[in-house]
């Protein structure tokens, strides 16, 4: 969500932070929360809400979504947009409920929790640590219920577990910064990672009509699973990503590819098709 950090308690929460929680049809603000804030998507919520729908991921993205630019590390983000002027809001979520309850995203799946993930110091240096915090909105009435859950169970119950795992190498690219050392990502960088995060019909385009396969030195085991399975070519992605933003050393280029008019940045490497 593009929270409203008035709501948020500036609290650090972990998996076993209690709390008491009950959201449904009988409870007066029930979808309120949903008509008040900004749905920020992550690469498996557009799979899944767009297999729901029977669309390509261009043509949900082109009709449900605008981009956010974070000005932190200036990395463009797709967040569900207002369909009906009249109405602020998930435009998935009518008087009943939630229309795709069961592929809602993962921020609808830890309301009214919230999470991040943060860089530590440590005796064996930096490493990555999730976190929780509580989301306080004064309008809503849930906290109210009866029933005490731990965020670990929340999380379980709400499905947001297996979101978590299917995102988390995408959230760890989240924690890079635009710094000396990390330029702002130009706008041919900014098309890439929107794409190879959010448009998987576009980034399979990409990856088999392009030289991409010719540039990497790539196993056919893999080339073959990419091509039929949506979460493999989405994890492609990710390590695409973490490529082509000096992250990490996840490809490989072949030899004759690393230099001259055959290098990747001759042969459109970065470049959207």
């Not at 500036?10 to 049809?25: A, D, H, I």
């Not at 980034?203 to 949506?230: H, M, Q, W, Y």
Request: proline share 4%; with cysteine; net charge negative.
């Amino acid at each position: 969500m593009l929270l409203d950090m008035g709501a948020v308690e500036p609290v650090k929460r972990t998996l076993e932070s209690k709390f008491k929680f009950g959201c449904y049809n009988d409870v007066s603000c029930f979808t309120k929360c949903c008509n008040r804030t900004d749905i920020l998507l992550t690469p498996y919520d557009i799979i899944k809400i767009k297999n729901r729908l029977g669309i390509s991921s261009g043509d949900f993205l082109e009709k449900y979504t605008y981009t956010y630019i974070d000005e932190a590390n200036s990395h463009p983000y797709a967040v569900l947009k207002i369909m009906d002027v009249d109405k602020e809001g998930c435009p998935f979520v009518t008087s009943e409920g939630c229309t795709i309850y069961e592929d809602r995203p993962s921020n609808c799946r830890y309301y009214p929790v919230g999470q991040g993930l943060m860089i530590i110091g440590s005796d064996k240096g930096p490493v990555k640590e999730q976190f929780y915090f509580f989301i306080k909105d004064p309008n809503c009435l849930g906290y109210q219920g009866d029933k005490e859950w731990t965020i670990e169970s929340w999380r379980i119950a709400q499905g947001a577990d297996l979101y978590d795992e299917m995102n988390k190498e995408w959230m760890e690219i989240q924690l890079r910064r635009d710094t000396p050392e990390q330029s702002k990502l130009d706008s041919n960088k900014q098309t890439m990672f929107y794409m190879a995060s959010y448009d998987i019909d576009k980034f399979r385009k990409f990856v088999f009509e392009s030289k991409l396969l010719d540039i990497l030195e790539i196993d056919k085991e893999e080339v073959e699973k990419i091509k039929i399975d949506e979460i493999a070519l989405m994890k492609f992605g990710f390590k695409y990503l973490k490529y082509i933003l000096m992250l990490e050393e996840t490809l490989k280029i072949r030899d004759e590819y690393k230099k001259g008019e055959h290098s990747p940045e001759a042969e459109g490497f970065g470049s959207a098709i």
